[in-house]
């Protein structure tokens, strides 16, 4: 299957030509150029939403595996109430997850991150304020961000994060930049849980294993009540259909930690 950043270059490259066999074949006219750029940028601005388009970095999905081995990934944390009772289920069922800890809620709980290290989770940054506007700012902003997440984790933790996973899944050629800068790992998502747009709980369990392949990679919020009963019931699914969790960074194939 054709990656969406080809099928975007592809889709760049039949726009010139149409537009240069319309102008040598005297058909040209304003509306069909207009439709092409619109169809082009809404192409663009789509794989911006999408971290694993490609379009503007490389990001790691899903692991290469042909292995019932899958992960799961929680964003937007650390939360006072909901993080420890994520951290009872994983323990109770001996699972390795990852954590993309946004450093607000990081400097407002820093033992539950000392917690998930000593559980031997992975944490990941996901930037210092999440804010609505990350996707627009320039890349000294989005460094400035990252770096701080970056130093304060470390401060608890004595770790400097390799993964980054962008707020929103978007990407940009800032962002792009910024994280070569910073020289991270960018990580996304294969199962987009969807765990906070007011789905019910059982429709989101429905999604999630529904779409459970080799080297899935689960995006979950550790920040809300629901949360609960949809982990468990995922990781009990699961476990009967045979799959085993491991900790994404090894279904990834990379580093942790700088
Ligand atoms: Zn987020």
Redesign the pocket.
Known sequence: MLAYKNVVLLLLACSLIIILLAWAFAFLNIWLVLALILLDIGCLIGGSFYVCSGLYLHAHCKGDTDKKQIAITF??GPHADITPKVLDILKLHDIKAGF?LIGKNTEKNPEIVKRMLDEGHLIGN?SWS?SNFFGFWCTKKVVASLRKNEDFIEGISGKRTNLFRP??GVTNPNIARAARLLDYAVTGWSIRSLDTMGKSNEKIIIRVVKRLKPGSVILF?DNHEGIIPILESVIKIAVAEGYTFISPDKLLNIEAYK
């Open positions: 964003d937007d993309f996901h999440h707020p929103f919020h």
